[in-house]
């Protein structure tokens, strides 16, 4: 079974314009979440979507959106970039939205933003 | 708020020594419990979980609600062992999403 996909795996931008990343969920899984990783933050948790629906939010701004489509698969989108944006972002994906004791969630390999 | 701390950046043994990586949580709660691993070069994974009491690749960990720790241990340490390791943290209610804590990297020396 293939794994997490994530697209592209690296990315440059300039400060102000906005990005979108994509990532493919496993087959049959139907939950997607969004990780932010730096080295001064760590690992951050931005948001989960399940059937298309968003059920939780971290604590970043209103510029850092999200969807999902009917066929799980996931976009995340930044607008108005900011140098303190530069980071890797991970996806993971579970089978439900559930308790993640029962439910691994398994990451992709990341997309690398840099913004300059 | 729920946070995880690990204190340890870098933790380096010998081949063979016992390792202990050490995480502690602040929630006030029936948090889960979780640790992760990145091998050089490889994804994010799940090594073990406090509910599942498992031991994988030889690692174990005790959720000492008490001291609000989680720490991870290995009697002998291998080469291969030579990771960053993530302690996190999580609670339904919550949501689906971890805590995760800053991270330790191990390095077994030969």
């Known amino acids: 079974k293939a794994g997490v996909t994530q697209t592209p795996r690296y990315l440059i931008k300039t400060r102000g314009q906005q990005v979108t990343l994509s990532c493919s969920p496993i087959?049959?899984?139907?939950?997607v979440s969004w990780y932010q990783q730096t080295p001064g933050q760590g690992l951050q948790f931005l948001f989960e979507y399940f059937s298309e629906t968003q059920r939780n939010k971290g604590n970043f701004p209103g510029r850092f959106s999200g969807r999902q489509f009917s066929n799980s698969r996931s976009e995340m989108n930044v607008s108005t970039l900011e140098l303190g944006d530069s980071a890797l972002y991970l996806c993971a994906s579970s089978l439900t939205s559930g308790r993640l004791s029962y439910n691994e969630q398994f990451f992709g390999p990341g997309t690398r933003l840099t913004v300059l | 708020a729920q946070r995880v701390t690990q204190p340890e950046k870098l933790l380096s043994v010998f081949k063979g020594a016992p390792v202990e990586l050490k995480c502690n949580y602040s929630y006030s709660g029936s948090p889960e419990l979780f640790w992760y691993v990145q091998y050089s070069r490889q994804r994010l994974q799940l090594l073990l979980r406090h509910i599942s009491r498992e031991s994988i690749k030889g690692f174990t960990a005790d959720l000492n609600k008490g001291e609000t720790s989680f720490h991870l241990k290995k009697p002998f340490a291998q080469e291969e062992d030579s990771a960053m390791y993530y302690c996190?943290?999580?609670?339904?209610?919550?949501?689906?999403?971890?805590?995760f804590g800053p991270g330790t990297r191990l390095s077994v020396l030969p």
């Open positions: 087959s049959g899984h139907r939950s």
């Open positions: 996190a943290l999580s609670h339904f209610n919550y949501g689906q999403n971890f805590v």
